[in-house]
C-alpha cells in the first residue's frame, strides 16, 4: 500500500470535490495535510473532518491567484509543519462559452487560477524543499483536455496543455534534489464544477442534458461512466509516494478510456 509516513502535503481548492478527496486520502496514508481553500470556514471543516478520521490537518485560506497570500500560506505551512513534502495544485474553475463570445476577463481569471496559481504554488514549495534537497512531488490537476480540446473551453484547454510544459520544466529544474513533477488527467468528474457544465453545455449546443452526458461528456469513455474522486485520489497517492525520478514529467491519464495514450 502506499504510504505517506507524515509527509508534509499541500493541496489547493480542498475544500470540495477532488481536492477534498485527495485531502482526505493523503491523511488515511499517514501525511500531514494543509488543506487550503479561498474561504478559510470551508477549509477548516474538511480539514476538522480528517482531524475526526484520525488524521492531521492544518487549514489556510489562500486565493492562489494573489501572490502575498500563496507566499504566506506556505509559509504557514512551513511554519507549523517544517517543511513542505508534496504539492497538489488543484485549484480551478470552468467558464464554459464560445470563443467570440469570452470576455478577457474571463480569459485571464482561467489562466490566472490554473495556471498562475499553479506557478505561485510551484514556487514557494520548490524553494522550501530546494533548501532542505530531501525529495518531493509536486502534482498538477491536468484533465483529459490536456492533450485533447472540445468546444466552448478554450482557456481550459489552454490552461490544461500548459501545465504539461510547466510540469516539464520543474522535473527538469529540481531533478537535481529528487523533487518530481507529474500531471493527473481526468475525465469528467461528476463534482459540481462538472454540474453546472451540464446544463450551460446544453444551452450552447442546443441539445438536452441527458444528450450533453451521454454524447458530449462520456462518448468517448470504453464504459460510459464518469470518473470518481477516489480514481483521482489514488492516483494523487500513488505520484506522491512513488520515491524516485524515473516517474517524473509525465501526465498519467485516469478518463475511463476517453482518451488514451
Request: proline residues 2%.
Amino acid at each position: 500500500m502506499n504510504r505517506l509516513d507524515r509527509k508534509v502535503c499541500v493541496v489547493t481548492g480542498a475544500a470540495s470535490g477532488i481536492g477534498q478527496r485527495i485531502a482526505e486520502v493523503y491523511a488515511r496514508a499517514g501525511g500531514r495535510v494543509v488543506v487550503t481553500d479561498l474561504e478559510l470556514d470551508a477549509a477548516e471543516a474538511t480539514a476538522a473532518g480528517i482531524r475526526a478520521a484520525g488524521g492531521d490537518a492544518l487549514a489556510v485560506a489562500m486565493d492562489v491567484t494573489d501572490e502575498a497570500q500563496v507566499v504566506e500560506g506556505i509559509a504557514k505551512a512551513v511554519a507549523h509543519y517544517g517543511q513542505v513534502d508534496v504539492l497538489v495544485s488543484n485549484a480551478g474553475i470552468q467558464i464554459v462559452n464560445k470563443l467570440t463570445d469570452f470576455s478577457y476577463a474571463d480569459w485571464k481569471k482561467m489562466l490566472a487560477v490554473h495556471l498562475d496559481g499553479a506557478f505561485l504554488t510551484t514556487r514557494e514549495c520548490l524553494r522550501d524543499m530546494e533548501k532542505r534537497k530531501n525529495g518531493g512531488a509536486i502534482i498538477y490537476m491536468g484533465s483529459a483536455h490536456s492533450h485533447t480540446a472540445s468546444k466552448l473551453k478554450a482557456p481550459y484547454v489552454t490552461a490544461k496543455h500548459g501545465l504539461l510544459g510547466l510540469a516539464r520544466t520543474v522535473a527538469k529544474e529540481a531533478a537535481g534534489y529528487g523533487v518530481r513533477a507529474n500531471v493527473i488527467c481526468p475525465g469528467f468528474v461528476r463534482t459540481p464544477l462538472v454540474d453546472r457544465q451540464i446544463p450551460e453545455q446544453a444551452k450552447e449546443l442546443g441539445i438536452s442534458e441527458d444528450e450533453v452526458v451521454r454524447d458530449v461528456m462520456l462518448k468517448d469513455t470504453v464504459d460510459g461512466e464518469f470518473t470518481t474522486v477516489d480514481d483521482v485520489a489514488n492516483v494523487a497517492l500513488m505520484l506522491a509516494a512513488f520515491e524516485t525520478n524515473a516517474l517524473t514529467g509525465q501526465s498519467v491519464m485516469v478518463s475511463h478510456g476517453w482518451f488514451m495514450q
